[in-house]
C-alpha cells in the first residue's frame, strides 16, 4: 500500500470511529499534520466519501465537522452459513446494514456451481432491496476455503471440487460488478477491526471453530503471506513427535486437537464409533459438550487438553510476535467455558514473563453476521483506500 492511500485509509477509519470531528481533531487523532490532512480531506470531499457540515458558533466563525457520507458507496457482502445458507447484506459507506437477504443454497459438489449459486443470491438481494444496482460499487464473499485475495481463486474448498477456480471472476462475469474474495478467517478479523470493540490496529484473531486458524493485523493492516493466503495457525506442529493425523497430510497440528471436528474425532475414537461427516459434527459435539458438563472425565480431558495445546501455541505466538490483542472467536458459549481454565493457565506458564498481560486475551462468541459484515469491510477498506 502506498503512504497515499494508507494516510487515506487510516483517515477515513479515524474520521468514521469518532465523527463527526473537525479538522484540527482529525489531525491530532491520527497523527498527520495540518496541511496533510487539509489535502486528505479535499480530495475526499472532491470523491464524495465524506461532507463537510457546518454548525453555527455564537462566537463568530462557524465550526466545520467532517462526516462519512454513507450514501457516498454502497457494497455487498455475501457468505455461506454451516448450513448450506447463502448470505448476503447490502452495507453502506458508514459500514452499516441497509438490507439483507438469505437463500437456501441446493445440494452443490463443484466451486463452478457454487459461484452460480452466490451470483443468484447476491442479485436477488439487490432486486430486493432499496438500493439500484448502479449504485453497488464492489461485492465482498468470503468462504471457508484456502483463497488468494489478490487473484480471486480459491485454491483449495474441502467440501467442493473443481480447484483451482477463478470465483471472483466467474462472480464478477455474472453480476458485471467488481468482485472480491477471501478466507473467513481473514473476513472474521476485517469484521473484528471494524464492528470490533476498541478498534485496535495491533490484533491476532483466532477462529476456533470446525477448524482453527489465526489472522494478524498491524498497524491497522490485514497481513498476508507472501504467496498472498493468510498465515495457517491451525497447522503449526504443537506435539512433534507421534502426533495426531491431520487432514493436510501432516501430524502434530495444532488443529488435529484444538477444534470442533478434532475434539469430535476423538470423542468418536474413545467411544469406538465412526467419524461424523461435516454435516453432523455440530450436532456430535453437543452430545461431547453435554458428556463433559455431565462429568465425564474422558471427554472433560478432551476440552481441557484442546485449551491447553491452544494456549501454549498462542505463548509461542506472544513470544514471537507480541500483538497488542489477541481475540479468541467460537460459535460455542460451551467451548468457552470448558476451555478457558485451562487455555489461560498454559499461555501464563508458557509465555515468557515480561510479556506475560492477563488482559491480552479475550474470548469471544461470534454469528454468521460477522462473515457479511467482514465481507463487506474488505471491499470498503478498497473504495476508502482507491476510489
Known amino acids: 500500500m502506498s503512504d497515499q492511500a494508507y494516510n487515506r485509509l487510516s483517515v477515513l477509519k479515524k474520521l468514521r470511529a469518532a465523527e463527526p470531528i473537525s479538522r484540527t481533531d482529525l489531525a491530532q487523532l491520527s497523527g498527520l499534520n495540518g496541511g496533510t490532512i487539509t489535502a486528505i480531506v479535499r480530495d475526499l470531499v472532491e470523491r464524495g466519501l465524506i461532507v463537510e457540515e457546518r454548525i453555527g458558533s455564537p462566537r463568530g466563525r462557524p465550526r466545520v465537522n467532517l462526516r462519512i ?105 455474472d453480476l458485471r460488478i467488481p468482485t472480491r474474495i477471501d478466507n473467513n478467517n481473514n473476513i472474521l478479523a476485517r469484521s473484528e477491526h471494524w464492528f470490533g470493540d476498541g478498534g485496535v490496529d495491533d490484533f491476532t484473531l483466532v477462529v476456533f471453530d470446525l477448524g482453527l486458524g489465526g489472522t ?42 484444538s477444534s470442533v471436528s478434532a475434539i469430535v474425532f476423538q470423542a468418536c475414537e474413545l467411544r469406538g464409533e465412526p467419524r461424523p461427516g461435516i454435516d453432523q459434527l455440530r450436532r456430535r459435539f453437543a452430545d461431547v459438550v453435554d458428556a463433559a458438563q455431565a462429568g465425564d472425565p474422558d471427554m472433560a480431558e478432551l476440552f481441557a487438553r484442546a485449551g491447553r495445546l491452544l494456549g501454549r501455541g498462542l505463548a509461542n505466538h506472544v513470544n514471537m510476535q507480541d500483538p497488542e490483542r489477541i481475540v479468541v472467536l467460537a460459535k460455542s458459549r460451551e467451548l468457552i467455558d470448558l476451555v478457558a481454565a485451562p487455555f489461560f493457565a498454559a499461555l501464563h506458564e508458557d509465555t515468557l514473563p515480561v510479556l506475560r498481560d492477563g488482559d491480552r486475551v479475550t474470548f469471544k462468541q461470534m454469528d454468521d453476521s460477522s462473515y457479511a459484515r467482514g465481507a463487506a469491510a474488505m471491499v470498503l477498506e478498497q473504495l476508502y483506500q482507491f476510489r
Do not use: W
Request: glycine share 12%; aromatic share 6%; hydrophobic share 45%.
Open 216 to 257: 494478524r493485523y498491524q498497524a491497522g493492516q490485514l497481513l498476508i503471506g507472501s504467496h498472498g493466503i493468510e498465515a495457517e495457525f491451525g497447522h503449526t506442529k504443537i506435539v512433534p513427535e507421534g502426533g495426531r493425523p491431520c487432514h493436510c497430510g501432516g501430524r502434530g497440528c495444532l488443529q488435529a486437537y
Open 69 to 173: 457520507n454513507p450514501e457516498g458507496a454502497f457494497v455487498v457482502g455475501a457468505t455461506m452459513s454451516d448450513d448450506g445458507k447463502l448470505l448476503a447484506e447490502i452495507v453502506d459507506l458508514r459500514g452499516q446494514s441497509v438490507s439483507s437477504h438469505v437463500a437456501d443454497a441446493p445440494p452443490l459438489r463443484r466451486l463452478a456451481d457454487l459461484a452460480e449459486a452466490f451470483s443468484a443470491t447476491i442479485a436477488t438481494a439487490i432486486a430486493a432491496g432499496p438500493i439500484p444496482r448502479a449504485q453497488i460499487s464492489q461485492v465482498g464473499i468470503g468462504l471457508p476455503a484456502i483463497v488468494v485475495g489478490e487473484t480471486g481463486v480459491v485454491e483449495l474448498f474441502e467440501t467442493f471440487e473443481g480447484a483451482p477456480f477463478a470465483f471472483a471472476e466467474a462472480i464478477e462475469r
